[in-house]
């Protein structure tokens, strides 16, 4: 087979390969749209996107649907295209907190997320086992995200009002 058929062939494979990612649902050109395939993949949503996060080779996607609310990563693949990272959920907000949080730990993409209930609530920490404290101040619509890369899990968070009172802790409690 000649050079210019051997280019031909591969072209063609690839512009197949290529549809049938694009057409199967693995993989998206845009992030906002491998967010919602991954969203109707576990039959969930849509949600309102709240916020979005960028992370060196991807993006977290802090949402909100109904009584629920989710934060996902959406991950750079192949250069060009993007597809759902690990952990694709919504969870159910509960109420009987100043604050409503989960916490993930998938390397290196670890983070806690939530949504608080109380507005004097201004900022919120999340103490690492190694020592490290991460803060926020901002809110967006109430939720917050704070992420982190080290190998470090999750310890505590804490809830502070703009006096700098202590209004929520909690420890995780099995290590």
Request: aromatic residues 16%.
């Amino acid at each position: 087979m000649n050079r210019k058929r051997k280019i031909l062939r591969n072209i063609i494979f690839i512009a197949i390969f290529i549809s049938f990612a694009l057409l199967s649902g693995m993989f998206y050109i845009d992030p906002v749209a491998a967010y919602r395939g991954a969203e109707r993949s576990i039959h969930y949503g849509p949600s309102e996107v709240v916020h979005v996060e960028d992370f060196p080779g991807g993006k977290y996607f802090l949402g909100k649907y109904d009584r629920w609310i989710s934060c996902n990563i959406m991950q750079k693949s192949m250069g060009i295209f993007w597809s759902a990272g690990s952990y694709v959920t919504g969870t159910e907000i509960r109420y009987d907190h100043p604050i409503y949080y989960e916490a993930q730990y998938g390397q290196p993409n670890a983070r806690a997320y939530g949504i608080r209930h109380d507005e004097s609530i201004t900022k919120v920490e999340v103490h690492l086992l190694d020592g490290t404290v991460i803060a926020q101040e901002k809110f967006h619509e109430d939720l917050f995200l704070l992420t982190w890369e080290s190998a470090s899990e999750f310890m505590k968070i804490i809830a502070y009002d703009d006096a700098g009172k202590m209004v929520f802790q909690e420890e995780r409690l099995h290590y």
